[in-house]
């Protein structure tokens, strides 16, 4: 599986982004897409996370203000990022997993100014 992320750029605290991750190659019909992120000297944490049941989780520091999504049939997940903090600064990576694989996609920096 090899997943391609994209999304991510400068923004103002107090704006918005969204995160696309493109999956492709042997997708299993049961799996779950996430993404993570880790900042400076941090270890790398769950955002948020959909499962192909629909299951959603989100860290708590972004409820209620990002919203993952995905669309089946182009095995495509997004973030959508609001009213975004100074601390939401950090690499974002993709991950999808199923029931016998793992794989991360290249990191894709967001970058919060206060």
């Known amino acids: 599986v090899q997943l391609q992320a994209s999304g991510g750029g400068l923004v103002q605290a107090g704006g918005s982004l969204k995160l696309t991750c493109a999956a492709s190659?042997?997708?299993?019909?049961?799996?779950?897409m996430a993404w993570y992120r880790q900042g400076p000297g941090a270890t790398r944490e769950l955002v948020a996370e959909?499962?192909?049941?629909?299951?959603?989780t989100y860290a708590d520091s972004v409820k209620g203000r990002f919203t993952i999504s995905r669309d089946g049939t182009k095995n495509t997940v997004y973030l959508q990022m609001n009213t975004l903090k100074a601390e939401d600064t950090s690499v974002y990576y993709c991950?999808?997993?199923?029931?016998?694989?793992?794989?991360w996609g290249q990191g894709t920096l967001v970058t919060v100014s206060s």
């Open positions: 190659g042997r997708i299993s019909s049961v799996n779950a």
């Open positions: 991950n999808y997993k199923d029931a016998l694989s793992d794989y």
């Open positions: 959909i499962t192909s049941r629909g299951s959603i």
